[in-house]
């Protein structure tokens, strides 16, 4: 008997409807095993073999690619990742990890190992469940990218934000904002960033750029995706102390972009703001897309 194996939670009944059919459960891995019902699908082979007590097994998850999956071996990861555009992939130590990326990036696949001399006619059925994902998958993608853009019909903005800076700290350093609303959006930004040329303060001004367009656009909020944890803390954390020290930290020297901080809290004003951490290079399409905004900036 042979069994689909999948991260996800439903199957496909031979009447056409995607439900639950769990049977099995590996522990160790955290697979879920399922057989789909009926005569048509008693001999589906598995997707993959066990994993084996490899300590060193690692997991490549690619939410964007040729074929969205979780792989076992950076071969077969890279068939689907390179040179396709834009593709959104990364390594884990642990199965829960990597799905829980695909979740976040992309839609819910099978586990995926080749396995060239596993034939038999349920592979076409199987191909069918895989097409039919991929289709799902797809328009799934389509919609994400959409609502990293922001409807102008509703009143809450979600921008992604970044900052670049070439030989930052350094003579002839040049420094620029990215900010990311969608796929061929208008209102990105790229561009050159005025005064002094750091990191730090072209994160900062990407932001305020952000925020400036919004309430311009008339939105009533605005969350900012930035991968600088700097500025996370500096916003969230800091500023309450460094308002209540004048502008001072703890040991007493002034905040080096004072001015900077306050043309933020400027801006800030009529609108609520709203403040996530991602993860820098991690495949975040959005995060991404900024930071070749900010990179292209700094070269202007």
């Not at 700290?169 to 040329?197: H, M, T």
């Not at 800030?268 to 991602?278: A, D, F, R, S, Y």
């Not at 290079?281 to 070269?299: C, F, M, P, Q």
Request: glycine fraction near 6%; aromatic fraction near 8%; include cysteine.
């Amino acid at each position: 008997m042979s069994y689909a194996v999948s991260v996800t939670s439903n199957v496909l009944s031979k009447s056409g409807e995607w439900k639950p059919a769990l049977v099995n459960a590996s522990a160790k891995t955290g697979i879920s095993v399922y057989k789909i019902d009926g005569n048509r699908s008693d001999s589906v082979q598995s997707a993959i073999s066990k994993r084996s007590n490899n300590k060193s097994q690692f997991y490549y998850a690619v939410a964007r690619g040729r074929k969205p999956g979780i792989y076992l071996s950076w071969d077969e990861c890279k068939q689907q990742v390179v040179k396709f555009s834009n593709p959104i992939f990364k390594k884990f130590a642990s199965l829960d990890d990597a799905q829980s990326f695909i979740n976040t990036n992309g839609f819910s696949y099978t586990l995926s190992k080749s396995n060239s001399s596993q034939q038999s006619h349920s592979s076409d059925f199987l191909g069918n469940l895989f097409k039919k994902r991929k289709h799902e998958y797809d328009s799934h993608l389509q919609q994400k990218l959409l609502k990293t853009t922001s409807d102008l019909n509703k009143k809450h903005a979600i921008v992604y934000t970044d900052g670049a800076c070439c030989q930052n700290g350094q003579r002839g350093a040049r420094a620029g904002i990215g900010v990311f609303w969608g796929v061929d959006d208008s209102r990105n930004i790229s561009e050159k960033l005025s005064g002094r040329p750091t990191n730090n303060r072209a994160e900062i001004h990407a932001a305020i750029r952000a925020i400036r367009q919004a309430k311009e656009l008339n939105y009533e909020s605005i969350t900012i995706r930035t991968d600088s944890s700097f500025l996370i803390n500096s916003v969230t954390v800091w500023m309450k102390k460094w308002l209540k020290n004048g502008w001072k930290v703890a040991n007493g020297s002034a905040v080096i972009n004072k001015e900077d901080f306050e043309e933020l809290l400027s801006e800030m004003e009529g609108i609520e703001v709203k403040w996530e951490k991602v993860l820098a290079h991690s495949g975040i399409e959005g995060n991404e897309a900024a930071d070749r905004l900010a990179v292209k900036g700094a070269t202007r």
